[in-house]
Each structure stands twice: as C-alpha cells, then as structure tokens.
C-alpha cells in the first residue's frame, strides 16, 4: 500500500513538473526572436477584444519594426493576428496560458512579452497602440536595435 502511495505521489509530482515545462515551451520558442502581444478571451465576439483588435489596424510596419507579435489567445485555441501562418506547423497549445492569466470573471486580458520572455505589460482594459509602442521603444534591447538602424 505504501509503494502505491508513494508511486502515485511520484507520479503527480512528474506530472507537474511536465506541466509547468509545457506552459514554459509554449512561449520558448519566440525568446529573443519576437515580442509578443497575447490577446486573452472567451471569445471573438468579445467587445474589449474586438476594440483591441481595431488598435492594431493599419501599423502592420509599426509591428514588424517592433518585432511584434499579436497573437489571440482563446480556452482551447490560439490565433496569430498579424503572421501567416498557413505553413506553421510547430505544436502550441496556449491553453495552459490561458488558465494561468485569465483568473476569476475576467473576459479579457492583453500580456506584453519581451524579447527575454518576461511579462512587461498585463492589462485587463484596452491598451493603446501608442502606450504599447512608447513602452517598447523605452526598453533598453529596443533603444540598442533602434541605434543599430540609425547606424546602418
């Protein structure tokens, strides 16, 4: 009875562990390679999330000079906004994401991730495009890039 007690404790505990290392990899891939902006809601439908969407129209520039990332984060499925990604065939689950950043009786939330894959922003309102872009600029990896293109 012991060895069952203790196995399935083992167990829970791998099982964790590998849960924890998933959440992890599903943003791993874009460190030091892309800035992300996730998008979280219940739906597409969703008002904050349709006039947060409306905030990115017409920047495409602004967003590739920024390396940046929208990407709709939903319970069971996610989105990229701003990329093809018809040939994307890399496996993300972002629903672990989601569980842990919509908490409670929120509708919606906006993440900033930074090239180092820190969280840099988290809003539950509708966050201007200008605001995002000022924050960015301010950062220092975004101040040295913005250097190097004067330079170059």
Same mark, same amino acid.
């Given at each position: 009875?012991?060895?069952?007690?203790?196995?399935?404790?083992?167990?829970?505990?791998?099982?964790?562990?590998?849960?924890?290392?998933?959440?992890?990899?599903?943003?791993?891939?874009?460190?030091?390679?892309?800035?992300?902006?996730?998008?979280?809601?219940?739906?597409?439908?969703?008002?904050?999330?349709?006039?947060?969407?409306?905030? $990115?129209?017409?920047?495409?520039?602004?967003?590739? !000079?920024? %390396? @940046? &990332? /929208? *990407?709709?984060?939903?319970?069971?499925?996610?989105?990229?906004?701003?990329?093809?990604?018809?040939?994307?065939?890399?496996?993300?689950?972002?629903?672990?994401? $989601?569980?842990?950043?919509?908490?409670?009786?929120? !509708?919606? %939330? @906006? &993440? /900033? *991730?930074?090239?180092?894959?820190?969280?840099?922003?988290?809003?539950?309102?509708?966050?201007?495009?200008?605001?995002?872009?000022?924050?960015?600029?301010?950062?220092?990896?975004?101040?040295?890039?913005?250097?190097?293109?004067? %330079?170059?």
């Amino acid at each position: 009875m012991k060895r069952r007690t203790v196995f399935n404790g083992l167990l829970v505990l791998v099982l964790g562990v590998g849960l924890a290392m998933a959440q992890k990899s599903e943003l791993e891939h874009y460190k030091w390679e892309n800035r992300l902006v996730l998008i979280f809601s219940e739906g597409l439908e969703d008002d904050k999330f349709l006039n947060q969407i409306k905030e $990115f129209e017409d920047v495409d520039d602004e967003l590739s !000079d920024r %390396k @940046l &990332l /929208l *990407i709709h984060v939903q319970r069971d499925n996610y989105k990229f906004l701003n990329r093809d990604t018809s040939h994307d065939n890399m496996a993300i689950s972002f629903s672990g994401l $989601f569980k842990k950043h919509m908490k409670g009786e929120e !509708d919606f %939330k @906006l &993440l /900033l *991730i930074g090239l180092d894959g820190g969280i840099k922003l988290e809003s539950s309102e509708i966050v201007k495009k200008q605001r995002l872009f000022d924050l960015i600029d301010s950062m220092p990896m975004r101040r040295t890039e913005l250097r190097h293109k004067k %330079k170059g």
